[in-house]
């Protein structure tokens, strides 16, 4: 115990409480120092520490009072929200002007109406979206001067050339494949009643009111030179004039009775003839290369193997015989047949899954027909299918199903409470790289159809029939990479002078998707899109400028079928009318289709 006490008092510092007699007087610490030498210096030491120490306690209070109000203040008040409404309008002058104040959807229609015409988009290498511009892209949609105030039966595009049905039924051409020196439209076969026409890597397919399927070279030179057709001024004329077109018929052989050529399709090298007793011919549609990926549907048909005569015989589709096709449609290097019952045939290329089959690299290609069971792809959904259109373009097929509710095998139909219900499905297979499946993904190929969700089990009420109907598909327009959906939804175009002056007339809606390297989905960017949508109306939105709607952004709709006076104020004369869209190869299209 002595020992430790030595040691403590032999420690350089003691630090030990000062006691004050007060007890509530906070009791410090002093440190002392307890060395014997220099003791003056500790001293001096001690004093500077407290000077210091005291600096800094007056340093830290004046801060401590700058910094007061902005520490103790309220924190900031959220701003307040602030509701900004409608624009005031501009008041009406008429009943007229009073709908086009308040919707921008029965401008597009007047307008549809008032000043028909062709509005086209996309790759202008070729001159054909802008023929009188040397701009090699039109990245929103213009009007094509040549076609204001016209209506057209059918519009074809190629980036490198366009072919049109005028309402007379001649055909017109345009872009640098027709005519490098002179790109712009022109007539070219005339007097023909053409009512569809398709195209191929250089040649038009044009199908005649009688049934008469006609292949016409894109080229205007290739049109001039060659043996040319007579054409007799009359049905019971014995004068005939030599044609200014060189063209090649198609004529299939063995048609029954009456039966007729009704509807054509076309990809780069075939083509699809439908007659009206529902059977299906095929030919070569190209003079550049014989079909060779199966696309004909005749099993072993090359070019070696062809029988004697032309190149372009039509050759019946056994594999389809005894099914009554209504519907047929070609991409790229591939066909798709609808039959009356609602089963669809595939044949053709499918290195991207195309046909609705997952891709075999040992069998690129089928060369008949096979069917594409949706029975299969509805099994566990309760619904029955029915494909009810196809479509296809480039390396994409489509397809829209009825699907109709059923009772299952376990199930009781008086439970079921939506049984006869109808939804209306979307499905599409193949390239889907540049967003061209509408699905969402970006999928080199298929495994087999995926259901375009955008566009499928929509509703809506419609109040003729008071109840909830399926939304489905109108028309549907595929390009090479890119393709376009019109929807069958409820549209007006009742809007009179004896409805109120609030009842307004509105389209259909339509929305874009797929490939937009050479901004043909009309968004004015670039990217591509693997989704639909919808893009602004066809002018720009000038006429919504004028109505006090600057600025604001509304959606393209799509005029259906009516019959009005055309022209300004509907004084002229009057015509069924509708706009029609057309994807091409890189190029789209708006056009009044008669």
């Known amino acids: 115990m002595a020992i430790r006490r030595v040691a403590l008092r032999q420690t350089s510092l003691l ?50 009072i700058a910094l007061y109000p902005s520490i103790t203040k309220e924190p900031a008040k959220p701003r307040e929200a602030v509701i900004e409404y409608e624009k005031e309008r501009p008041a009406a002058e008429s009943k007229e002007d009073n709908r086009d104040l308040i919707s921008s959807q029965h401008v597009q229609v007047k307008k549809s109406w008032e000043n028909p015409g062709v509005y086209a988009w996309g790759s202008n290498s070729g001159r054909v979206a802008a023929p009188d511009s040397t701009d090699n892209v039109v990245k929103t949609p213009r009007r094509i001067p040549y076609f204001d105030g016209k209506l057209l039966r059918d519009l074809k595009l190629d980036r490198d050339f366009g072919a049109a049905v005028m309402e007379n039924g001649d055909l017109v051409q345009w872009g640098v494949a027709f005519s490098n020196a002179n790109p712009t439209p022109a007539e070219t076969l005339k007097g023909k009643d053409l009512v569809k026409i398709e195209i191929s890597r250089d040649r038009i397919i044009a199908l005649g009111k009688n049934g008469t399927v006609y292949s016409i070279p894109v080229s205007a030179s290739d049109q001039a030179s060659g043996e040319k057709s007579q054409q007799s001024s009359s049905w019971f004329s014995f004068w005939s004039s030599p044609e200014t077109v060189n063209y090649r018929q198609l004529k299939p052989k063995n048609l029954g009775w009456g039966e007729s050529i009704v509807d054509i399709a076309s990809g780069l090298e075939h083509a699809l003839l439908l007659t009206s007793k529902g059977r299906v011919f095929a030919a ?78 040992q069998f690129p290609y089928v060369d008949a027909p096979i069917p594409l069971p949706f029975n299969k792809i509805y099994s566990s959904t309760g619904q029955q299918p029915r494909v009810t259109s196809i479509a296809a373009g480039g390396a994409n097929s489509f397809f829209t199903v009825d699907a109709k509710r059923i009772a ?187």
């Open 15 to 64: 630090c030990r409480p000062i006691k004050y007699p007060n007890p509530n007087i906070r009791q410090w610490r002093r440190c002392i120092n307890t060395q014997s030498e220099g003791g003056v210096t500790g001293r001096r030491r001690g004093g500077a520490g407290r000077f210091l120490a005291g600096m800094l306690v007056a340093l830290a209070a004046g801060g401590a």
């Open 284 to 361: 070569a549609s190209s003079t550049s290369d014989f079909p060779s990926k199966g696309q004909l549907g005749v099993p072993g048909l090359t070019w070696a193997t062809r029988p004697k005569g032309p190149y372009d015989e039509p050759h019946e589709i056994l594999g389809l015989k005894g099914f009554k096709i209504a519907k047929v449609a070609a991409g790229d290097y591939h066909s798709l047949a609808l039959d009356r019952d609602g089963r669809v045939f595939v044949f053709g290329d499918n290195t991207s899954g195309q046909l609705g089959f997952e891709v075999e690299p």
């Open 408 to 594: 299952g095998q376990k199930e009781d139909v008086n439970d079921v409470k939506d049984v006869g219900r109808i939804t209306a499905d979307t499905w599409a297979c193949g390239s889907g790289i540049w967003g061209s499946l509408g699905t969402g993904k970006w999928t080199h190929v298929s495994l087999g159809p995926s259901k375009i969700k955008s566009l499928s089990g929509l509703f809506e009420w419609d109040e003729n029939t008071d109840s909830v109907v399926p939304i489905r598909l109108a028309r549907l327009s595929a390009g090479s990479t890119h393709a376009a959906a019109v929807m069958d939804n409820v549209t007006s175009v009742d809007a009179s002078k004896v409805t109120s002056d609030n009842d307004t007339n509105w389209g259909a809606d339509i929305l874009f998707w797929g490939g937009n390297e050479h901004y043909q989905l009309g968004t004015g960017r670039r990217n591509n899109l693997s989704l639909p949508t919808y893009i602004e109306p066809l002018d720009g939105g000038e006429a919504d400028a004028k109505k006090g709607r600057k600025g604001e952004h509304h959606r393209f709709q799509i005029t259906p079928r009516t019959t009005v006076r055309i022209g300004e104020g509907g004084t002229g004369r009057k015509v069924s009318v509708e706009q029609r869209v057309e994807c091409g190869r890189f190029v789209t299209a708006v056009y009044s289709a008669t």
